[in-house]
């Protein structure tokens, strides 16, 4: 395993976006951070701006009004980058299925990578999903262009 | 609530009162609106507007204009026709209302003349379509607006 | 000569202290972890110790974004020089024996100097990426390092007085017998005071606060710059740990018996990051056990108390010596 | 409405026009410090607040209209995630509001296991919020801690309806479940190990200086803006007002275990800091009251499936203040018309009106005050006042806002 792929596996870091939730997951996500589950063990750490981020968290429903500002937030993010929709509403819908101002899961506006389901999904379950996560960090593949740009020649991949 | 607070109200409002529970209800004519509000404030124990609802009726908009003081509610409920919905806004009477009457605006259509608010999208995201009835109305449909503003 | 620059780059220079830098961060983030009843890394290295590692090649490893409206040049070349710094800074520390790797008799305008210049490449490259965060986080970080920097220089040059001597080694030499930290307490707090402030812990988080401004002055950085911008404060945080250390503490002097010279010096160098540790863990204990103050409140601080008490101390040792 | 601080006009006139775009700090929608999107406009001179202008919509869902195409029994889980904090308090103000339209008599053990639910939430709201104060003033220490021990209280819930957030516990004419065998014990255990942490805690936030720093005098409002602008809950009780719905409108079981109204009359963070934490320890001693008072019986009634036709008023107290529902029904499956009023929807003006004055370095500390809860209030409202002519140059940035705020053009 070469030493950023390894790095990589050891330090995902997690931008938080609410887009139009109802909180329940968005307290379970911080709670995976509290002493009880402490995800930092992990490496995990919730930084404040999308720049210095490697996966976006995105929870709740991505209404006509997040959408864009879900957009641009996934854009401004340094590749690598992973989207995980945590909760039903980011997965489809949710409860909110079919209201006139919601977008029925987040996948139709940003590609995620991972899903992890529930409403809300206990911490447990998303410490899981970021292990999981991390199974499959490395394999994912970047834009030969782009991967010339970041990693450059002959740095281990 | 005691009857000849009742009484004063409905005489000068030429309003209409009836009670239960622990709520009043009194009617009133839509242009005595800010009247009304301007009476029931004044006595100081309801200063509470708790919020105003507002409900479409098929012909005609209901709003009423929930107060609390403590242990009952004392409504005010007027009415506006679905074909012009259009009232004074009482935000002078009740700095508190502002908020009330803009989601009332956006989700039903009524326009509250007078209100700072007056004219602008409130409620709903810049890209709700124009020709689409307000979502609260009878006659608005969910799968429709969600086709229009593109979110499927 | 080539010695020298082997030393400089590699032991007791650059690499350690680079070395020293992700321990610091690590030992940080255990330590509060610790306080706030967490566990803190665990998962890259024996008891996560290199989760700094993990982070700094991670970051490497980025695509690096330079906004549309970036001042380009400033805003590439800036963190480098902005490692700099503190990396040039550390050749003057005495490590391994009383004297440093290079030495110099006014060492301390030199210190002076690299400490102003962390401040000033941090204002630059703030403003290099134009953002309205990082603007904001640079006015707040040239107020406080306006109230912060009388009060440690005043707290620098305590001990220099002391020791009548302005080089490092000088200072550490005149500390033989007693340390400083005992003949000049107050000054010793304020530098710790006014260190923080320098490196933007809580209390004085303020112009990187998180919670208001995003990320800070540092917002816009992604990649690489984000590594070694990172980077760079965490040797900042173990040049001024150390800076205390030999000011105030008699940098690697300790009871010395006679033995061979190597025996000698990993003693001193054991001596060394003894102090450089126990230095290191109270910044850890007081950025865990306090909120942050708001900007007005740094400056009162510094202005109203640091200042007055470091003069003070300062009033009294040239009094009596 | 002339001094409302959302009055396009009276921003007009205070010139607010002539502050060039880098006085406006956009606060947020997606800021660290918000939990949840909003957006804020600050007019900034230097480090101080002129003028704020909250864009409050990012989290509308168009809950209302949802409501009205689905069942009576349905319903209740729709509105209990309306706000993943006060669920309960939601599905509860619901199901008391449509049952004041039906016939039938609440078992009395429901009411007593709504009540123990509810104040257990309320502690658990108010835990979340001291947590998040510690949070947003930089005082990790204390979010860590506080979190902690609202995990007791998670773990309460889960013991009791099964879910951590959503409970999903209440239905109409009851409570789906009886309380678990053997909770009383655990229950008063877990009550006294959190009245002891709250005795801690005051001790901690009234003599930690640099938290007594950040929030003694922020936000100040005194009682005259109170009742001008209405808010609810403990930012009306910190001015010195009373009103507390328990009391005065006793429902569940509030009418035979009369909660003490807690106020203070200083009106700023600090007080409220106390205030909600005198609030966590009655709720602690209403909860231990009644689970040694609770009457045997039922739990619940058949569920009805369709409900009598009337209008319904009704509200309770939530754990940030009153929360107001109003149902119609028609007499058939589904309900005609649900309003609701939620309790930061009533505070957001009163907010505003704190922030004033105020440094940028205390926005996070006043808009925490008053618990915003975006969740909650988004089922409904947005304020956009940025669509009007005068605006016209800066619409085209706030349509860019989220690029702009990380990459500003030099607008010189």
């Known amino acids: 395993m070469g030493l950023l792929s390894w790095s990589r596996k050891k330090s995902p870091w997690i931008f938080h976006v609410n887009a139009a939730s109802c909180n329940g997951c968005d307290i379970e996500l911080v709670a995976s951070l509290t002493p009880r589950f402490d995800v930092e063990r992990l490496g995990v750490q919730l930084v404040p701006s999308p720049r210095h981020a490697d996966v976006l968290v995105v929870t709740g429903t991505a209404n006509a009004l997040m959408r864009e500002r879900l957009k641009t937030i996934y854009e401004q993010m340094p590749e690598p980058k992973y989207v995980v929709a945590v909760g039903a509403c980011a997965l489809g819908g949710g409860v909110y299925q079919e209201c006139y101002n919601v977008t029925n899961g987040i996948d139709k506006v940003i590609p995620v990578d991972l899903y992890i389901p529930g409403c809300p999904p206990r911490p447990e379950a998303i410490m899981y999903g970021i292990l999981k996560l991390l199974g499959i960090a490395p394999e994912k593949e970047l834009e030969p262009a782009l991967e010339e740009e970041i990693v450059g020649a002959g740095a281990s991949k | 609530m005691e009857p000849e607070r009742v009484s004063r109200l409905t005489t000068a409002l030429e309003a209409t009162a009836t009670q239960q529970r622990n709520s009043t209800l009194l009617a009133v004519k839509p242009e005595r609106i800010i009247e009304a509000c301007k009476m029931v404030v004044e006595d100081r124990e309801f200063y509470h507007l708790t919020t105003i609802t507002a409900i479409d009726e098929g012909q005609v908009i209901s709003l009423f204009y929930h107060f609390w003081r403590g242990t009952e509610f004392l409504t005010v409920k007027t009415a506006v026709p679905k074909s012009d919905p259009r009232l004074q806004s009482v935000t002078e009477a009740l700095p508190a209302a502002l908020f009330y009457e803009a989601e009332i605006a956006d989700l039903l259509g009524v326009v509250f003349v007078g209100s700072p608010m007056t004219g602008r999208k409130l409620l709903l995201p810049d890209n709700y379509p124009t020709d689409a009835p307000s979502p609260l109305r009878k006659e608005s449909n969910p799968a429709q607006i969600r086709k229009m503003m593109g979110l499927d | 000569m080539l010695d020298t620059i082997a030393e400089a780059l590699l032991f007791p220079g650059l690499t350690f202290f680079v070395w020293l830098a992700f321990v610091f961060e690590w030992l940080e983030r255990k330590t509060v972890a610790r306080m706030q009843g967490r566990i803190g890394p665990v998962v890259a290295g024996p008891a996560g110790i290199l989760q700094p590692v993990a982070d700094f090649f991670k970051l490497v490893g980025k695509e690096e974004i330079i906004p549309a409206f970036a001042d380009k040049f400033v805003f590439e070349f800036g963190p480098p020089l902005f490692f700099a710094a ?234 009596l010596r | 409405m002339t001094d409302s601080p959302l009055d396009p006009k009276s921003e007009a006139s205070a010139g607010l026009m002539q502050y060039s775009p880098e006085n406006l700090v956009p606060f947020g929608p997606v800021h660290p410090s918000l939990k949840e999107p909003e957006y804020f406009k600050l007019y900034l001179e230097g480090e101080k607040i002129v003028q704020v202008v909250p864009r409050i919509g990012y989290v509308h869902r168009g809950i209302e209209r949802a409501a009205q195409d689905r069942t009576w029994v349905q319903n209740i889980y ?73 995990e007791h ?241 800066r619409g085209e940035e706030l349509r860019l806002h989220g690029i702009n705020w990380y990459k500003p053009g030099r607008q010189t």
């Open chain 3, 86 to 319: 503190p990396a040039i800074g550390v050749v003057f520390i005495p490590v391994i024996g009383p004297s440093a790797l290079v030495s110099h008799p006014l060492d301390i305008i030199f210190i002076l100097f690299i400490l102003a210049f962390s401040a000033f490449m941090a204002a630059m490259l703030g403003y290099s990426s134009a953002g309205r965060y990082s603007t904001i986080g640079i006015g707040r970080l040239i107020l406080q390092y306006t109230s912060y920097e009388i009060p440690m220089i005043i707290a620098v040059i305590t001990p220099a007085l002391l020791a009548r001597d302005l080089s490092l080694d000088g200072i550490v030499a005149a500390q033989s017998g007693e340390w400083f930290i005992f003949l000049a307490p107050v000054s010793f707090a304020c530098f710790i005071v006014a260190a923080l402030a320098e490196l933007e812990k809580p209390p004085f988080d303020i112009p990187s606060a998180k919670t208001e401004l995003v990320a800070g002055w540092m917002t816009e950085f992604s990649g690489r710059a984000l590594a070694y911008v990172k980077l760079t404060k965490n040797l900042s945080y173990v040049f001024l740990s150390a800076i205390a250390v030999t000011l105030f503490l008699g940098g690697p002097l300790g009871p010395m018996p006679a033995m061979v010279w190597w025996a000698q010096d990993l003693l001193y160098l054991v001596y060394f990051l003894v102090k450089l540790f126990a230095v290191g863990f109270l910044i850890f204990a007081i950025r865990s056990a306090l909120a942050r103050v708001r900007i007005d409140q740094a400056a009162g601080l510094f202005w109203t108390i640091v200042t007055p008490l470091s003069l003070l101390q300062l009033g009294i040792i040239m009094l």
């Open chain 4, 78 to 150: 729709l509105f209990e995630r309306i706000c993943g904090i006060c669920s309960f308090a939601h599905s509860m103000a619901y199901t008391q509001t449509a049952e004041r339209l039906t016939a039938f008599e609440v078992p009395r053990r429901a009411r007593y296991i709504r009540l123990i639910i509810a104040e257990l939430e309320r502690i658990h709201s108010h835990l979340l919020w001291l947590g998040l104060v510690g949070y947003w003033t930089g005082f990790d220490t204390l979010f860590m801690w506080v979190w902690k021990d609202r």
């Open chain 4, 153 to 393: 209280i998670l773990d309460l819930f889960e013991t009791i309806t099964g879910n951590r957030v959503h409970k999903s516990f209440i239905t109409i004419s009851g409570v789906r479940n009886d309380l678990p065998e053997n909770i009383i014990e655990p229950l008063k255990k877990e009550m006294k190990y959190l009245t002891g942490r709250v005795d801690y805690y005051s001790d901690l936030v009234s003599t930690e200086e640099t938290l007594v720093a950040r929030t003694r005098g922020v936000g100040r409002i005194d009682q005259d803006v109170a009742r001008r602008l209405c808010p609810v809950g403990p930012l009306l009780r910190c001015t010195g007002i009373a009103r507390d719905i328990r009391k005065e409108d006793p429902y569940a079981a509030y009418d035979e275990l009369v909660p003490d109204v807690k106020t203070s009359n200083q009106g700023d963070i600090a007080s409220l800091l106390l205030l909600r934490l005198e609030e966590i320890r009655e709720s602690c001693r209403l909860v231990t009251d009644a689970i040694e008072k609770i009457p045997a019986g039922n739990v619940k009634l058949a569920v009805p499936r369709v409900i009598p036709a009337g209008d319904s008023v009704g509200h309770i107290e939530a754990p940030r203040g009153e929360l107001f529902y109003f149902v119609r029904s028609a007499g058939g499956m589904k309900p005609e018309r649900v309003k609701i009023r939620t309790c930061t929807m009533a505070n957001i003006l009163t907010a505003t009106e704190m922030l004033k004055g105020h440094t940028l370095a205390d926005v996070p500390v006043v808009l925490t005050g008053m618990d915003p809860c975006f969740g909650c209030m988004d089922r409904i409202a947005v304020v956009d006042v940025a669509k009007g002519k005068e605006w016209s140059v």
